[in-house]
Every structure is written in structure tokens, then in C-alpha cells.
Nanobody, 120 residues
Framework: VQLQASGGGLVQAGGSLRLSCAAS????????MGWFRQAPGKEREFVAA????????YYADSVKGRFTISRDNAKNTVYLQMNSLKPEDTAIYYC??????????????WGQGTQVTVSS
């Protein structure tokens, strides 16, 4: 089982990025999915989640209204569209898969992370 995160990079404040998380060896349709991030010197924190049924979505207050999580079960991929990026969004972003109704802080699987850097 592998979750391959991609799409990170360097962007100016106010810009946009779209992260992708592609799964292999795992049918994502049966899993709740989420994105977490970890900035240097800080603990990993929750960013966004989407239920296994492609229904409810959840966001951290710090990204609400700017980030959108979505999934394409046919492509076995989850996305995180990030708009109006701020320097404080700089972190390594990790995707996660959880067999529960919603992703938890101890998911069944973690992706390897992709670096997002927002310059001011």
C-alpha cells in the first residue's frame, strides 16, 4: 500500500497549488481521506478531511474558505486545492487514509509528504 503525494512547490503569497494523493494497492472508495501538515518545529496538524462516501468535508479553521478537499474514486486520488496561500501555510503536507467514517489523527496509512513553501 502506498499513498503518493505530489503537487507541492514554491509559490508567492496569494497564489494557488493543488496537491494530489494517489493510492496504489488500496481502493480509496472504502476509506476516509485527509490532509495534515507539519511546519518546522511544530507538531503535525489537521488540515482537511473528506468522508469515505464523498459526502461531508471538514476543515481546520485556519484554512476554511481557502482550501478544498475532493476525491475521485475512479482515479483512486484525493486532491487538496489551496487558494490564497499565506506564508503560514508553509509546511510538509501529508495525505492519510483511514478505514473509519472520518480520518483520525492515527490513520491506517500515511503518504510520504510533499513540501509547500509560500513566500511573502
Amino acid at each position: 500500500v502506498q499513498l503518493q503525494a505530489s503537487g507541492g512547490g514554491l509559490v508567492q503569497a496569494g497564489g494557488s497549488l493543488r496537491l494530489s494523493c494517489a493510492a496504489s494497492g488500496l481502493p480509496l472508495r472504502g476509506y476516509a481521506m485527509g490532509w495534515f501538515r507539519q511546519a518546522p518545529g511544530k507538531e503535525r496538524e489537521f488540515v482537511a478531511a473528506i468522508s469515505w462516501s464523498d459526502g461531508p468535508t471538514y476543515y481546520a479553521d485556519s484554512v476554511k474558505g481557502r482550501f478544498t478537499i475532493s476525491r475521485d474514486n475512479a482515479k483512486n486520488t484525493v486532491y487538496l486545492q489551496m487558494n490564497s496561500l499565506k506564508p503560514e501555510d508553509t509546511a510538509i503536507y501529508y495525505c492519510a487514509a483511514d478505514q473509519g467514517v472520518i480520518v483520525t489523527t492515527t490513520p491506517d496509512y500515511w503518504g510520504q509528504g510533499t513540501q509547500v513553501t509560500v513566500s511573502s
